[in-house]
């Protein structure tokens, strides 16, 4: 094949001429470089595909992204597969989404085996301590950073203030916010988006629904598998839990990771009782600290979870499934969707929904933020009901002020010095260690 000529953008509506082992080996430079979170990975996206390769356009790049974002599942890790598609359809789309899925997850497999089996040591829980309270921070920068973007007017405002009172005072599930601030954004939207692009690779009707019923089966598979093969008992009864669960998670994770872990960690500390908050905070301590998508603290969950029911083996099929769980359908998503890109980001309805989910999210952050650090400063933290309304309240006799000194230090890091997120993290364990020799 003719490489692409590096000095001129891709022509609208036409596809890159590069051989798919370059671009292998630039996706997995994206898989491995993929630190710090959807934004820091749009960027590093933006200057390899868009500046250095210029296997996409400016216009190309953002239209991609904005459809991403209208999509539940990680934005980087779709628009990663989006692009791979466009070189060399379904197969690049899945090099390139799996390159920068893998790196991560076998990260995540290893520090979670290490985790399980020295997780109780003491010096391995003052670490965790810093960890957890670098984490805390790294929460609020990113409710920051979203409602610097979301918050454009009163009624962004409002919309995120709503969503804060139903999600932490009230507990209206997660997917009922994402579906009413949709709803709302589409039903008063009002900007008009310029005329799309030609569009790459279509698809017929009958490809497309070929395309969902096999995204769709292979999502199934684990479950299927379990089904048909396992005894009824508490270990099959667990994969199908886990299966299921992550499975709806997939499809509600509109607005970034941030958002969905406020649903994702009350429901599998409280309601599932699969680990304790202490270990939710340490596993997105720990999902901070590796390459590839946030998400990927699901795998961590479902691997704890799997462990407490039947030891190490159970816990690596347990993060297997969830894995394949959350990652199949953002694959799904993409190949079904992705040769309209063009003309869905010409939508102003979906445009407006978008903005008005974001604005919710920042509501859902902002409970998160709350949450976390309540199971952080307080040993004790009770949950209390008083009919609809939800009260989280901390005993403050069990004030852990080595906690506050911990958050108060990366907040001084991470949000007047911004210094990298794996150096807070790193300053913040250290730290955890120094006082509790004192």
Aim: charged fraction near 10%.
């Amino acid at each position: 094949m003719v490489e692409q000529v590096m000095d001129e953008p891709v022509p609208a509506g036409e596809t890159v001429q590069v051989s798919p082992a370059e671009a292998a080996r630039d996706f997995l430079r994206i898989g491995l470089m993929s630190f710090g979170g959807p934004a820091a990975q749009i960027a590093l996206m933006h200057r390899i595909l868009v500046e250095e390769r210029r296997w996409l356009s400016e216009r190309q790049f953002l239209n991609a992204l904005s459809f991403c974002m209208l999509l539940p599942g990680p934005e980087a890790m779709q628009l990663a597969t989006y692009a791979g598609w466009r070189l060399h359809g379904i197969r690049g789309g899945l090099v390139a989404g799996g390159l920068f899925v893998l790196p991560g997850a076998l990260v995540i497999f290893a520090l979670a085996t290490l985790y399980v089996s020295f997780g109780d040591v003491p010096l391995v829980d003052t670490l965790f301590l810093g960890v957890q309270a670098a984490a805390v921070v790294i929460v609020v920068e990113a409710l920051l950073r979203v409602s610097k973007r979301a918050l454009r007017g009163r009624e962004h405002w409002g919309l995120a203030a709503l969503a804060f009172v139903a999600i932490f005072f009230l507990g209206v599930p997660f997917p009922l916010l994402v579906l009413a601030a949709g709803l709302y954004g589409a039903a008063f939207a009002k900007a008009q988006d310029p005329a799309p692009e030609p569009p790459v690779r279509p698809q017929g009707p009958g490809r497309l629904l070929v395309t969902l019923g096999l995204g769709l089966a292979l999502w199934a598979l684990p479950m299927a598998v379990i089904l048909l093969l396992m005894p009824e008992g508490p270990v099959a009864s667990l994969l199908l839990a886990i299966g299921v669960f992550f499975s709806k998670l997939a499809v509600v994770t509109f607005g970034g990771a941030y958002a969905v872990l406020a649903y994702m960690a009350q429901d599998v500390v409280t309601n599932l009782g699969w680990l304790s908050a202490t270990e939710m905070m340490d596993g997105l301590g720990l999902a901070e600290t590796t390459p590839g998508p946030l998400i990927l603290v699901t795998q961590f969950v479902g691997f704890v979870a799997g462990y407490h029911q039947s030891g190490l083996g159970l816990a690596l099929a347990a993060g297997a499934i969830t894995l394949w769980v959350t990652f199949v359908p953002c694959f799904l998503w993409i190949f079904a969707g992705a040769p309209y890109v063009e003309r869905i980001a010409a939508q102003p309805r979906l445009s407006a929904a978008l903005s008005a989910i974001t604005a919710a999210v920042v509501g859902v952050i902002l409970n998160l933020s709350l949450w976390f650090a309540l199971h952080v400063l307080f040993a004790g933290v009770t949950e209390h009901r008083a009919g609809p309304l939800i009260l989280w309240t901390p005993d403050l006799a069990t004030l852990r002020w080595e906690a506050a000194l911990l958050i108060a230090l990366s907040g001084y890091l991470l949000l007047r010095l911004h210094l990298g997120i794996g150096w807070v993290l790193a300053i913040s364990a250290a730290a955890a260690l120094a006082l509790s020799a004192l």
